[in-house]
């Protein structure tokens, strides 16, 4: 009894994180992604890890305000149509892709987005995965691309 007890809590619990991360809304467990961040990039660099060129790579730029304001204006312009204002992966132009653009906001902020990640992410956008995201490394200085991460770092 008390074993039937633990399980069932156990599988109501499962059931209420999934839902808190985003993987049951929407037609299918990919149209919400890993708290809302893409599932397929997620399995992609489980499986497979990011390019070599972007692993080692650290952010040379500081928090300064003028670097966050640029950031700011850069992600506006960039990156806001698919990912919301802040970065919650609610904007009106990614609403029907599928997967969903990621909750980067509450991402840039976790273990796995190294800058060297987020770098790539950025860089390299969909391509490597399949998704919607462009690849940013051709319209994008690199500073840019840093100065956009200092920014979702700090929403």
Known sequence: MMMTTVL?????????????MGMMRGP????????????VRHHYVMRNGI???????RNPLSFTESNLQEG?????????????????????AGKNLNPRPANIARFA?????????LLWTISEGG?????AMP???????QDD???????????
């Open 8 to 20: 069932a809590g156990a599988l109501v619990l499962s059931i209420v994180a999934l839902g808190e």
């Open 28 to 39: 299918g467990m990919m149209r919400g992604g890993m708290m809302n961040m893409s599932m």
């Open 51 to 57: 390019d070599q060129r972007y692993t080692s790579q």
């Open 72 to 92: 700011e204006n850069l992600y506006t312009s960039n990156c806001a149509a698919c990912h919301g204002s802040r970065g919650q992966g609610d904007g009106e």
């Open 109 to 117: 902020k976790m273990p796995m987005a190294s800058d060297g990640y």
């Open 127 to 131: 391509v490597p995965v399949g998704s």
């Open 135 to 141: 690849p940013f490394k051709d319209s994008l200085k």
């Open 145 to 155: 691309i840093w100065k956009i991460m200092l920014y979702l770092r700090q929403l």
